[in-house]
């Protein structure tokens, strides 16, 4: 059996746009060179884990990491929703001399750095890359003599991991959360609140990692319209498209038989946070310090007659910018309280593995996580010649197996637009019950932002 914790991974995309007098595509000596900087500069890229097998599991250096075992040179037909998709057909393996990541890159330049969530958040994504284009960059990298570079970095003793989050800010568990983490995993299935949420199918009851994308490119011009209308609105991007995404789960879930429909009254929605506000940590260093905000939200009511609305008026009709204000709101007041997840999990005692294995033929926790981490910081212009610039970026995560139904994913490019993923697992929802939904937020957007109604 797959072990679970490997299938946990995610995933950012950026496209590496050469200046003029640079030749297209990487050079491999200069890649391994910069490469190398970002290593030495980044503990947490050579690491493994060890102990997991016997519930102690803990970070441990590797001697050294062989590049060229972590860098692939992807098909030239492939796009990369494909590259996506069969990237993650490689699951990490722990207790190995192997690093907890790996780079694939695309003819067009884009590089996919896929790592373990053990080592690193979302932002830690947008940290690499930072890392890497500065690399790239470097006066003293762009005329180093080829013998310098090394298939082979030695890992240095010296530099440390950043400290555990829980000595960074105050992740104590308060007894009402106590309660309910105890409440959660004794009482008969029936009396908790998740027993009446629609998480589309249960977990299967073998570990999987195929994962499904569907990407979505919003243009600058278009994320310029949409920031302005959630200004002016009071609200946030992301709590926007949690509000849409409420609303066509729920067109979605008046189109099923009314058997299926009878048991099921809300939603199990998630969003993705970063504690680093709390921990003052840079957002330039990679590390894991995320965790997630969770309620059940009611599914909203369809009246018969409105069951064969067309879309767009449907969605104009149901979506509420005063919901996603109030969201936005709600979410900003409870995000201090969100640390209580990752105190939380020292009950555990070490017991990852027998958690997540018990949850495999059981009833999927969650239908949704919105994970939006921000613009790409980095965005002057490369000095001099033969320099590299970020263009268009996204980012997936697979947690194929356990993980919600359904994951969007939201990063912004240096030029302003927006790279969206929706990602799901094999088996997680029918797949054309999830074509839909990535259809009707993007209907949502046109309807209710750039005001394309027709």
Same mark, same amino acid.
């Given at each position: 059996m797959q072990d679970m914790s490997s299938l946990q991974t995610i995933r950012p995309a950026a496209q590496y746009i050469p200046s003029s007098g640079t030749t297209a595509g990487?050079?491999?000596?200069?890649?391994?060179?910069?490469?190398?900087?970002?290593?030495?500069?980044?503990?947490?890229?050579?690491?493994?884990?060890?102990?997991?097998?016997?519930?102690?599991?803990?970070y441990v250096r590797l001697s050294s990491i062989q590049l060229?075992? !972590?860098?692939?040179?992807?098909?030239?037909?492939?796009?990369?929703?494909?590259?996506?998709?069969?990237?993650?057909?490689?699951?990490?393996?722990?207790?190995?001399?192997? %690093?907890?990541?790996? !780079?694939?890159?695309?003819?067009?330049?884009?590089?996919?750095?896929?790592?373990?969530?053990?080592?690193?958040?979302?932002?830690?994504?947008?940290?690499?890359?930072?890392?890497?284009?500065?690399?790239?960059?470097?006066?003293?990298?762009?005329?180093?003599?080829?013998e310098t570079a090394s298939n082979i970095v030695c890992i240095p003793s010296t530099p440390i991991l950043s400290p555990p989050l829980e000595h960074?800010?105050?992740?104590?568990?308060?007894?009402?959360?106590?309660?309910?983490?105890?409440?959660?995993?004794?009482?008969?299935?029936s009396w908790k609140e998740g027993f009446t949420a629609w998480t589309g199918n249960p977990v299967a009851t073998e570990p999987t990692i195929d994962t499904h994308v569907r990407l979505w490119a919003i243009s600058s011009s278009e994320t310029t319209t949409l920031l302005k209308a959630c200004r002016e609105h009071s609200c946030t991007l992301t709590a926007f498209f949690h509000t849409l995404s409420i609303i066509a789960f729920s067109r979605i879930f008046a189109s099923f038989p009314e058997e299926t429909r009878k048991p099921f009254k809300t939603f199990s929605m998630g969003v993705a946070v970063s504690l680093r506000r709390f921990t003052g940590t840079p957002p330039e260093e990679i590390c894991d310090q995320s965790s997630k905000y969770h309620a059940f939200v009611p599914i909203i009511a369809t009246p018969s007659s409105q069951h064969e609305t067309d879309e767009r008026t449907y969605i104009d009709n149901a979506f509420s910018w005063d919901a996603a204000a109030s969201f936005s709101a709600t979410l900003h007041r409870e995000l201090g309280s969100v640390r209580e997840e990752i105190g939380a999990m020292r009950y555990l005692f070490g017991h990852f593995k027998e958690y997540f294995l018990g949850m495999l033929g059981k009833k999927r926790e969650g239908t949704f996580?919105?994970?939006?981490?921000?613009?790409? %910081?980095?965005?002057?212009?490369?000095?001099?010649?033969?320099?590299?610039?970020?263009?268009?970026?996204?980012?997936?995560?697979?947690?194929?197996?356990?993980?919600?139904?359904?994951?969007?994913?939201?990063?912004?490019?240096?030029?302003?637009?927006?790279?969206?993923?929706?990602?799901?697992?094999?088996?997680?929802?029918?797949?054309?019950?999830?074509?839909?939904? !990535?259809?009707?937020?993007? !209907?949502?957007?046109?309807?209710?932002?750039?005001?394309?109604?027709?």
């Open positions: 990487f050079d491999e000596t200069r890649l391994f060179l910069a490469l190398q900087q970002v290593i030495l500069s980044h503990p947490a890229l050579g690491m493994q884990i060890y102990g997991e097998s016997v519930g102690q599991p803990k060229s075992k !972590v860098v692939d040179y992807l098909e030239e037909n492939i796009s990369l929703e494909e590259a996506f998709t069969s990237y993650l057909a490689r699951p990490f393996r722990m207790e190995t001399s192997d %690093p907890l990541w790996r !780079v694939g890159i695309l003819p067009d330049c884009t590089v996919i750095f896929v790592y373990h969530h053990v080592i690193g958040d979302g932002q830690s994504g947008l940290a690499f890359h930072r890392a890497l284009v500065t690399a790239l960059n470097s006066p003293t990298l762009k005329y180093a003599p080829p960074l800010t105050d992740a104590s568990v308060s007894f009402r959360k106590l309660y309910h983490e105890l409440y959660g995993l004794f009482a008969p299935s996580t919105i994970s939006n981490i921000g613009r790409f %910081p980095w965005s002057s212009e490369p000095e001099g010649t033969g320099g590299w610039s970020i263009g268009s970026m996204y980012f997936g995560q697979c947690d194929a197996t356990c993980g919600t139904m359904m994951k969007m994913n939201i990063v912004g490019s240096p030029s302003g637009s927006l790279g969206v993923s929706f990602t799901w697992g094999k088996g997680a929802i029918e797949d054309d019950i999830a074509e839909v939904f !990535v259809h009707l937020m993007q !209907v949502g957007l046109q309807v209710l932002v750039l005001k394309q109604v027709s």
